[in-house]
């Protein structure tokens, strides 16, 4: 079964865990099994630019992510931060382990070189052997901003980087608006259209629903090819029992508009039938009785508490998949 995942940051990477065990033998490749990863909280700092998502899906399936934190290399260390930090450079708010550098330096030095960032992604996970493919969604520069209120009038008005709102303010001031710059100009990254065209299955990691799904389906020839595959399209929810499992979903859900909730997140997406996404939703079994006009509605437990628990998610999805397709 050819299954291609929709995914981004550190939800997507351990989702993407148990994928890989449910679409192959324990510690083999799941070479059946595609990912395209958000890449629009991706930034330029101190000279090098870092694409967080994809690094959190390569050192997660790779097995050198930091358990502990979720995110950057296991047993790192932080000297060179601190010493930027001795001289005063700017920004201090963004943490750049020792190890986390070298990825960072490799990734700059062969984008500086006209490489596309598709092919930067396959060479550095030649390293990580991330035992799926791995492609991000576009090679073009797409980064979300957020305009954000200074004032509660709201009439002090500044646009900044995501990961300055998050990273920095803690999503402490108040978003008007995301808006994912560049994406109506950029391009699908070579494979991505060709993956979902030819997939079985099209899985919807419980991401972040704006900022991480919402930017991969701001490209206009992913957001197509979604609509015109014959696969079935099933997500998960991100939302268990009114709150966000992981991250600041619900920080996102009502700058635009959406409820948060499994069922707000799936009107969000919408039904495919109707314009939307979806074709079937998985939601917690705290959320059982969840429906959704137009979408297919299962209640399963969507706790990712470790690989087997992951791949039974997985396995649940590609199931109501499998009984959408028949049905249609």
């Not at 997507?12 to 033998?25: D, T």
């Not at 790192?76 to 960072?104: C, M, N, Q, S």
């Not at 596309?116 to 390293?127: F, G, H, N, Q």
Request: contains cysteine; aromatic residues 4%.
């Amino acid at each position: 079964m050819r299954i291609v995942v929709l995914a981004g940051g550190i939800g997507g990477s351990r989702f993407l865990l148990g994928v890989r065990a449910e679409a192959g033998p324990a510690g083999e490749p799941a070479e059946s099994v595609t990912a395209i990863i958000n890449t629009a909280d991706d930034v330029t700092l101190h000279g090098l630019r870092i694409c967080p998502d994809l690094d959190s899906v390569m050192y997660t399936l790779g097995g050198g992510i930091d358990p502990e934190r979720g995110w950057g290399r296991e047993k790192e260390t932080w000297t060179v931060k601190e010493e930027l930090a001795a001289y005063g450079a700017e920004p201090t708010w963004f943490g750049l382990g020792d190890r986390d550098i070298a990825t960072h330096l490799i990734r700059t030095r062969m984008l500086d070189a006209g490489y596309p960032l598709s092919a930067v992604t396959e060479a550095l996970a030649k390293r990580w052997q991330p035992g799926v493919r791995v492609l991000p969604m576009t090679d073009d520069r797409v980064e979300t901003h957020v305009v954000v209120a200074d004032d509660d009038q709201g009439t002090n008005r500044r646009a900044m980087h995501f990961q300055e709102w998050w990273i920095r303010h803690h999503a402490q001031l108040h978003a008007e608006k995301f808006v994912p710059t560049g994406a109506e100009d950029a391009s699908a990254a070579p494979g991505v259209v060709d993956a979902i065209a030819g997939a079985d299955v099209v899985l919807i990691a419980p991401s972040n629903p704006v900022v991480s799904i919402g930017t991969i389906l701001s490209i206009g020839q992913i957001r197509t090819a979604l609509a015109e595959t014959a696969a079935p399209v099933i997500g998960l929810s991100p939302i268990i029992g009114g709150a966000a499992v992981r991250g600041m979903a619900e920080k996102c859900l009502p700058v635009v508009g959406a409820e948060v909730s499994a069922a707000g997140v799936a009107r969000l997406y919408g039904a495919r039938r109707d314009g939307g996404l979806l074709d079937g939703w998985l939601v917690d079994e705290t959320d059982a009785g969840t429906s959704v006009d137009g979408i297919e509605v299962r209640a399963v437990p969507l706790w990712m508490t470790n690989v087997d628990t992951t791949a039974a998610m997985a396995h649940a999805a590609i199931a109501l998949a499998q009984e959408v397709g028949k049905r249609a």
